[in-house]
T-cell receptor, first 110, second 114 residues
Framework: NAGVTQTPKFQVLKTGQSMTLQCAQDMNHNSMYWYRQDPGMGLRLIYYSASEGTTDKGEVPNGYNVSRLNKREFSLRLESAAPSQTSVYFC?????????FGPGTRLTVT | GENVEQHPSTLSVQEGDSAVIKCTYSDSASNYFPWYKQELGKGPQLIIDIRSNVGEKKDQRIAVTLNKTAKHFSLHITETQPEDSAVYFCAASNGNFGNEKLTFGTGTRLTIIP
């Protein structure tokens, strides 16, 4: 079991560029999540998907879109990156028990 | 919405001593309180959690206590070891088990001094 995997690990974007962060889990979990982590602010929920085919906004959804491609995969898209989106992004999944987090993607927008 | 405050932001303890991290929450409907450990360059990992129907839970050197009346919960680590050095996050939510929309505290950087 690989658990939760994320690609890429690091990314540098220029303001206005777009990119998609990929996340996959092999634990057959229904729920998947995207968080961002900023210094001194803990983790904040961007979007989540309670099951395949459904997505809902979290605490900080502006500037992001998501796709729950299938039960395994949940992607996060930045259509027009802004410096305020510089952060570490974590994907997570959960079934009937605890949340499992991926290793994170460190994104810098210049 | 829920607001979770966590203290202290940094904590240094001698190896073998105990460490205590405290969190308060605002939403009286919250019923699930997990604690996560995050090592450098990795994602958070659940170390212990507690539901609102119990007041204390232990797992070897780690324990969590919950005071629903005061709306605060604490993480206790006894006999600390160098590998306990990490950032610890508390969280709170009101939801179905496994599908919680967690609100996180701002983290505590714990350093164990050999």
């Amino acid at each position: 079991n690989a658990g939760v995997t994320q690609t890429p690990k690091f990314q540098v974007l220029k303001t206005g560029q777009s990119m998609t962060l990929q996340c996959a889990q092999d634990m057959n979990h229904n729920s998947m999540y995207w968080y961002r982590q900023d210094p001194g602010m803990g983790l904040r929920l961007i979007y989540y998907s309670a099951s395949e085919g459904t997505t809902d906004k979290g605490e900080v959804p502006n500037g992001y879109n998501v796709s729950r491609l299938n039960k395994r995969e949940f992607s996060l898209r930045l259509e027009s990156a802004a410096p305020s989106q510089t952060s570490v992004y974590f994907c997570a999944s959960s079934g009937q028990a605890q949340k499992y987090f991926g290793p994170g993607t460190r994104l810098t927008v210049t | 919405g829920e607001n979770v405050e966590q203290h202290p932001s940094t904590l240094s303890v001698q190896e073998g001593d105990s460490a205590v991290i405290k969190c308060t929450y605002s939403d009286s409907a919250s019923n699930y309180f997990p604690w996560y450990k995050q090592e450098l360059g990795k994602g958070p990992q659940l170390i212990i959690d507690i539901r609102s129907n119990v007041g204390e839970k232990k797992d070897q050197r780690i324990a969590v206590t919950l005071n629903k009346t005061a709306k605060h919960f604490s993480l206790h680590i006894t006999e600390t070891q160098p590998e306990d050095s990490a950032v610890y996050f508390c969280a709170a939510s009101n939801g179905n088990f496994g599908n919680e929309k967690l609100t996180f505290g701002t983290g505590t950087r714990l350093t164990i001094i050999p």
